[in-house]
């Protein structure tokens, strides 16, 4: 199975800073005969479901406001939130559909400082 | 615009059985398969397994492998997610989540999670 690692397990950022979460992946999960990477960021409030935010490590979902960013490739990925808002303040996942079983990563929390 | 919504919370007895629901509305039913994710308190999403709709064909985690049992229903646009010989370890909000897409007799899996169900509380105690 492929192994999902989020750094760093929690951080505050102050409204409108920028916070940056890291995604690894224990093997590349870049599709070379599409040149995709099957990785995608999810955000996750208290007694909700996941929410889609990125995928394709890069596309923002329909809807979803452009101060969230993907980058990377391969095995290492970033989400980041340009300009951190109140409502940002949640869970956040990152998933890969490379190959099955797709595995998420163990979250990382984001409060406001 | 797809809306899952699933069966609502359950208690069950170590060594018991449950069977969460999720009913799918507001899109074709066999046009996409359904994934099965749980998620313990405190601990980020496990993917449990998914059914493509369309065919009826059911793929497990291994570590599910013998006691989960995913099946779907055409006429009530309901897919179904059995899991046995439960445990306190099974403790958990099981989601449903639509992923990938049908064309013709060609299904694609490999997609992000896109619509989810609104979890369903399962709790195994004594």
């Known amino acids: 199975d492929i192994v999902m690692t989020q750094s760093p397990d929690s951080l505050a950022v102050s409204l409108g800073e920028r916070a940056t979460i890291n995604c690894k992946s224990s093997q590349s999960i870049l599709y070379r005969f599409d040149n995709k990477n099957y990785l995608a960021w999810y955000q996750q409030r208290p007694g909700q479901p996941p929410k889609l935010l990125i995928y394709?490590?890069?596309v923002r979902e329909s809807g979803v406001p452009d101060r969230f960013s993907g980058s990377g490739s391969g095995t290492d990925f970033t989400l980041t939130i340009s300009s951190l808002q109140a409502e940002d303040a949640a869970l956040y996942y990152c998933q890969q559909y490379h190959s099955g079983p797709f595995t998420f990563g163990p979250g990382t929390k984001v409060d406001i400082k | 615009q797809v809306q899952l919504v699933q069966s609502g919370a359950e208690v069950k007895k170590p060594g018991s059985s449950v069977r969460v629901s999720c009913k799918a509305s507001?899109?074709?039913?066999?046009?996409?398969?359904i994934n099965w994710v749980r998620q313990a308190p405190g601990q980020g999403p496990e993917w449990m397994g998914r059914?493509?709709?369309?065919?009826?064909?059911?793929n497990s985690a291994e570590k599910f492998q013998g006691r989960l049992t995913i099946s779907a229903d055409e006429v009530s646009s309901t897919t179904y997610m059995e899991l046995s010989s439960l445990t306190s370890d099974d403790t958990a909000t099981y989601y449903c989540?639509?992923?990938?897409?049908?064309?013709?007799?060609?299904?694609?899996?490999?997609?992000?999670?896109?619509?989810w169900g609104q979890g369903t509380i399962v709790t195994v105690s004594a």
């Open positions: 394709w490590a890069s």
């Open positions: 989540a639509r992923a990938g897409y049908c064309v013709d007799t060609r299904c694609f899996v490999r997609f992000p999670f896109d619509v």
């Open positions: 059914i493509i709709p369309a065919y009826k064909t059911p």
């Open positions: 507001g899109g074709i039913f066999n046009n996409y398969t």
